[in-house]
């Protein structure tokens, strides 16, 4: 973090948003944030000063925030800290307010052409985001850009997908006119190489990544996973919009780079995700808004929790789980104790 310049990034005394990244509520590594990288970034943040610090968490149809909290170990670690916890589904904690960018849209406006609404809560706030390194079977790949997917766009954000790669640079856009800090933490420790973000082969990298630039550490998490970041529609709009450095050439790394290692990551797929590619983007295109716009949508959702939860999980997911604890990153997941007590 002070390698990557987070001090100038981040104004400590305003409120810090942390928007971390739980992909599934199933205890996973390689789909969410880890406990050592949250404690490491509360305890960084609060030794350099921020007090005022409050986490953001979101819902989706395949996951429940409540328990992934809890199974992935972070609600310990917030309740251990004192961190004001806030849900941008919940109406108490958060009012949705139309935003009008000051930029022009890719594709955000064909998405909700009646107005973009985003979390009021989030206007004038610095973010942290805690994404985890690893494949998806709509972008490629999936990091801090896509992290912001959740937190600033409300449940119905599945519409977004057919554009999404436009709609992450939308994203980045109407982040930097609204956040007057952003951060990003890239968990690389056990990455997800496959069809995710849930259902990925877990790789050791034994990394962790930081910077100020969204566009930038996506691009070289790309490039880690043997994939050329340029070739990725959302790193290369965003660069090419000049909202950060999406070139691997033109990106200064710094750090331990005896670690920083190149392997070879593929997209994988998998039933929900093909599924989801011929609605999205295939020619079952034009019956989305039969499938997604409508009550059908509950029976895709409930399909998809079967699938996930207990086929994917149970026939495979918990083999693999189980075998990952044998390692040290898993030992030290199932053994993980909070450092402090506040």
Not at 1 to 23: P, V
Not at 50 to 72: Q, T
Not at 109 to 121: D, L, M, R, S, T
Not at 160 to 183: M, N, R
Request: with cysteine; net charge positive.
């Amino acid at each position: 973090m002070e390698i990557a310049g987070f001090r100038s990034a981040l104004n400590k005394n305003i409120y810090t948003i942390i928007k971390d990244n739980i992909s599934w509520h199933k205890p996973y590594l390689p789909a969410n944030t880890t406990p050592w990288q949250l404690e490491g970034t509360i305890r960084y943040l609060k030794g350099a000063g921020f007090e005022k610090i409050v986490a953001v968490h979101n819902n989706s149809v395949v996951m429940s925030p409540y328990k992934g909290l809890r199974l992935n170990k972070l609600d310990m670690i917030y309740h251990a800290y004192k961190i004001e916890e806030k849900f941008n589904f919940v109406p108490e904690d958060m009012k949705w307010v139309k935003y009008d960018p000051k930029t022009s849209l890719l594709a955000l406006n064909k998405v909700y052409p009646k107005g973009v609404y985003i979390p009021e809560y989030f206007i004038g706030k610095n973010v942290v985001h805690l994404a985890t390194m690893k494949t998806h079977y709509y972008t490629i790949t999936t990091g801090a850009m896509k992290n912001a997917f959740g937190g600033l766009l409300r449940k119905d954000r599945h519409y977004a997908h057919t554009w999404i790669h436009e709609v992450l640079v939308d994203i980045l856009s109407i982040q930097k006119e609204i956040h007057p800090g952003i951060f990003a933490i890239v968990d690389g420790t056990i990455c997800g190489n496959g069809a995710g973000p849930r259902t990925t082969t877990p790789v050791e990298m034994n990394l962790i990544l930081a910077s100020t630039d969204c566009v930038a550490i996506d691009a070289v998490a790309a490039y880690i996973m043997g994939i050329d970041p340029m070739t990725i529609p959302y790193i290369r709009l965003a660069h090419e919009k000049r909202l950060g450095v999406g070139n691997i050439k033109e990106i200064d790394i710094l750090g331990e780079k005896p670690l920083f290692k190149k392997s070879t990551f593929i997209v994988g797929n998998n039933l929900v995700g093909t599924f989801g590619k011929l609605m999205w983007f295939g020619p079952l295109k034009k019956l989305q808004w039969i499938f997604f716009h409508t009550p059908l949508v509950h029976i895709f959702a409930f399909g998809s929790l079967i699938y996930y939860d207990y086929l994917w999980w149970l026939l495979k997911g918990k083999r693999i789980q189980n075998k990952l604890r044998k390692t040290k990153w898993g030992s030290y997941f199932e053994n993980y104790k909070v450092t402090t007590q506040g």
